[in-house]
């Protein structure tokens, strides 16, 4: 269903965006070209949290810790820290190549 491509040295690092696969060519007849997509990631919780999670998608490769915003304290008012107090929240836009 997804398909994860690999960056190469050629990618710009602040763009956050991945290479084009080798058959997606103006010469290749047989697939669709690539649209770029930008998608927003928002993680919420304890500093801790928020830090292994960034942790365990740059292990997987999906991003560089250096891609996400700095940590923004939660409004104590907002829903998401009604149940949970001294909640933290970061952000990462990421591109991503859609067929």
């Known amino acids: 269903?997804?398909?994860?491509?690999?960056?190469?040295?050629?990618?710009?690092?602040?763009?956050g965006s991945l290479p084009l696969p080798p058959n997606s060519g103006v010469n290749d007849k047989k697939t669709q070209p690539l649209t770029p997509e930008k998608v927003r990631h928002m993680l919420f919780g304890s500093l801790v949290g928020i830090d292994r999670t960034i942790k365990i998608l740059h292990s997987l490769g999906y991003a560089d810790p250096n891609d996400w915003s700095d940590p923004i304290p939660v409004p104590p008012?907002?829903?998401?820290?009604?149940?949970?107090?001294?909640?933290?929240?970061?952000?990462?836009?990421?591109?991503?190549?859609?067929?």
């Open 77 to 99: 008012s907002s829903a998401a820290a009604t149940d949970h107090p001294n909640q933290w929240m970061v952000i990462m836009t990421k591109t991503l190549l859609i067929e």
């Open 1 to 15: 269903m997804f398909e994860y491509l690999e960056p190469d040295a050629s990618d710009n690092p602040e763009t």
